[in-house]
């Protein structure tokens, strides 16, 4: 009895765990809005079934085997102390998982290509960039195409490929849309690509999903995909409306803390492409890393950058072109 | 200057300001005068001195690293707890959002640094030599200065919770947030030095072992036939020296950027953060086969035994362990498929981490088949096994799911990830560990643990286990982040959060059962006669009494076989005659010294000197270390013969209990 409850009650909650999963909408990862996201569940469902493959036979057999050779008085099952070797037997389990994880493999292999986060997504609408840069401790994203920019907010319309830059102006982070698709990281130095599109209207969650310090839990945004006339009327609106975000503006929410949702109707030129760069230095220098390129040299935009707890000198430089996929489109 | 000095100790140097820290200080200072008042009144310091901290005994080298394990298993558990009070309830103000990041930290590093590393090395040296038929390991001297090492090395980083301040970057301190420019703060030199001074003692006790199991083992005895938990060992022992020194000189880089200013990890002047988090996981991931590849051998061991039968596949299961080792190094940048590398380098890490399925699911079905014709008793041992299986075959599926690379950018760094490597860690090394510590208690001690607090642990351990972490797998799934210190009620986080935090109050619940097993066993010893506690073992250990002589072995045994104890026990009880007994020889053995503990406490002063920057500290605290060095050199004193009558007295007062 008793060991009947040591397998019942793991698998219980186990299928309890299966059992939640299936169902409500606040399963973001299981209920996406997008062609990236939808891509990632069948590819989780595929997972999850070759797994399920080797997994439910294992836990029954190591049930059956438990209990049928219990040492117990009168139990009739075979004993044989000696018995310790069968290549037959061995080579079928050196064979399932090897030709599991080959089927998984191909699987992988095929949707690593097919999802890779820089890969333009189709359609026939040209794609609207977005630019996503983490502050401590706060989003700040700039549209470039449109002039205006944002604070822990993002509005994009549906069924638009959106193709966000996405960076960071220190500690490491990563830019994670839930219900559209999986995240990259925001790292300093260097503009990642993450193409994303939603397919239904609706409002999604947005998180950092990489420490980056004291409030780094208060680092969620909201998605809000609408039409493309409202998108166009709400970026009118913000171009009417907002204050203009200025280069001391910039500084302020440069300083370490947490902020509500903020709009602006302008923001300084290059502003992104600032933040990528502001270690290259005025020497200009840059660290071959994976097929060095030359220049642009920036000066830096005045003193005004000045990471107030760095005690080094700035003099380095450092564009950390990582791969070529990732800063020239 | 009076006035200075007060205030440097109290804005400085002592945390203050936080009844939780406040309650740790008095806690901590009240059991150290307990501690001296005791030794004293006892008049037990000359007993510590030469029994304990001058040891070279790798039995009590052992139990050392056992209780100092224990102990942080109590303090990361804490740390646990804390945690999951702090995120049962949506936007709760129990801990401050600093003091939750440095909790976090310190969790992390102390599970598996300091609790996972040292259970670890206890299990090696208490076991080891014993199994293969030798004194004592390879090295002696420098294993009791890799324990010293371990142990000041932690309480390093452990003061750092009431002096200075606790790290709080994460537990693999990721730059930039890890420099001076994230981390202005004492707390990230702790950590550094903390693990340095520790990394040293891990590398040469694995060092240690591989020369131990290649050159000690008794006369007879071929790789091929020897235990399959030295086969883990050495496996696990290889991969250490082939890995710790990776963390060695990327924690030293991270140093020289934080106290000369380098730019190896910084953002400016050329560095690269993804350096760092390229090289640590170059450890990182090795050192989770590290741990975990011992735990393989335990179950193998366990499972053998209590199903009285030989274990299946010897062959298969050695070349599994050689070859996760070996892959193990090449899995590492599936911690950061996210970190946009492209689809080529992603698809490579994805296919290799995949490939470790492999053997892993081979021991599984091994460990199955051993059992399968067996005679299988629920031992408690067998039963930390047999919780195993199922726990760990799950993790490991969950652990291919995040393998896949396309997937893994919605499950990075998500509760999903948290629930994997907390389920393999648990289900994996801590049972495991836990099996090995029931399992050769008798061997160390000479007396069993209570059975029915062990059965209560048990389930206790194995409930919470479940309760709290499948609810974590879900969480993940609704996008809740690590690390998030609070989060709003309309995500819907709330009610499996709270199950999860009830999970690990029943987790803290069934190690108060352990402690108290251990208490009660001791209280109401029942000395165990026989060598052989369990009555089925296999391997040389249990041919000798319990606990060893400190020569193990009067006589070398000859080895012809695997599972060398039982074949005898069978050819005797065939009729067999009984061996004839060669004459017993004078036994080489090493001297005590103190001077491993006296060079690490000399490594405590310097690391202390280097985290607040005080050379009028770290010059001695060096020089000390050098002069330890010089004067193990020029000591030729270092052994001694214990000559045949004490042995023979030895041998018959053992008789006598016997």
Known sequence: ?329 | MFKDFMDFMLNDFFITGDPLILGAQVSIGLSMVAIVIALTYFKKWRWLWTEWLTTVDHKKIGIMYVIAALLMLFRGGVDALLIRTQLALPNLEFLHAGHYNAIFTTHGVIMILFMAMPLMFGLFNIVVPLQIGARDVAYPYLNSLSFWLFFFGAMLFNVSFVIGGSPDAGWLAYPPLSELSGSPGLGQDFYIWGIQISGIGSLASGINFVVTILKMRAPGMKLMQMPMFTWSVLSSSITIMFAFPILTVTLFLLFIDRYLGAHFFTLDGGGNPMMYINLIWMWGHPEVYIVILPAFGVFSDVVSTFSKKKLFGYKSMVFALMSISFFSFFTWAHHFFTMGSGADVNAFFAITTMLIAIPTGVKVFNWLFTMFRGRITFTQPMLWTLAFIPCFVVGGMTGVMLSVAPADFQFHNSYFLIAHFHQVLIGGVVFGYFAGLYYWWPKMFGFKLHDGLGKWAFWLWNIGFYVCFMPQYALGLMGMTRRFNEYNFDMGWQPLNVVSTIGAFIMGLAFIFQVWQIAHSIKFLKKEKSGDAWGDGRTLEWSIPSPAPMYNFARLPEVSSSDAWWEEKQRLANGGEPKPLAPLEPIHMPRNSGIPFIMSVFFFIAGFGFVWHWTWMLVPGLIGVGCCLLARSFDYDTDYYIPVDEIERTEAALKGVR
């Open chain 1, 1 to 329: 009895m008793r060991k009947s409850i040591r397998y019942l009650v793991p698998l219980m909650l186990m299928l309890m765990a299966v059992m939640l999963s299936g169902c409500g909408d606040q399963y973001l990862v299981l209920d996406p809005k997008g062609p990236v996201g939808e891509s990632q569940k069948d590819l989780i469902w595929i997972t999850v079934w070759l797994c399920a493959i080797i997994l439910v036979p294992v836990l029954i057999l190591t049930a059956y085997i438990v209990w049928r050779y219990r040492d117990k008085k009168g139990n009739k099952a075979e004993y044989q102390p000696n018995w310790e070797h069968s290549t037959k037997l061995e080579t079928i389990w050196w064979a399932i998982p090897i030709i599991i994880i080959a089927i998984l493999a191909t699987v992988t292999i095929k949707y690593t290509y097919d999802l890779e986060p820089s890969k333009p997504l189709e359609s026939a609408k040209e794609p609207i960039t977005i630019e996503a840069t983490s502050l401590d401790w706060k989003w700040l994203f700039t549209y470039p195409d449109e002039g205006i920019s944002t604070v822990n907010y993002v509005q994009i319309p549906e069924d638009t490929p959106i193709r966000f830059r996405v960076t960071a102006d220190q500690a490491m982070n990563s830019f994670w849309i839930p219900q559209l698709g999986g995240q990259i990281y925001a790292m300093s130095g260097m503009a990642m690509t993450l193409y994303l599109q939603a397919d239904e209207l609706g409002t999604y969650f947005g998180s950092g999903a990489n420490f980056t310090g004291e409030q780094f839990a208060k680092m969620t945004f909201d998605v809000k995909a609408t039409s493309d006339a409202d998108y166009k009327s709400w970026v009118e609106s913000v171009k009417s409306s907002a204050p203009a975000l200025t280069e001391e503006g910039f500084e302020q929410l440069k300083q370490p803390g947490s902020s509500d949702q903020q709009f602006f109707s302008a923001f300084p030129k290059g502003l992104f492409d600032q933040v990528v760069m502001q270690y290259v230095g005025e020497n200009g220098a840059i660290a071959p890393h994976h097929g060095a390129k030359s220049g642009p040299v920036k000066d830096e935009e005045g003193g005004g950058h000045d990471t107030s707890s760095m005690n080094h000198d700035m003099d380095g430089m450092e564009a950390m072109n990582h791969s070529s996929q990732t800063d020239q489109e």
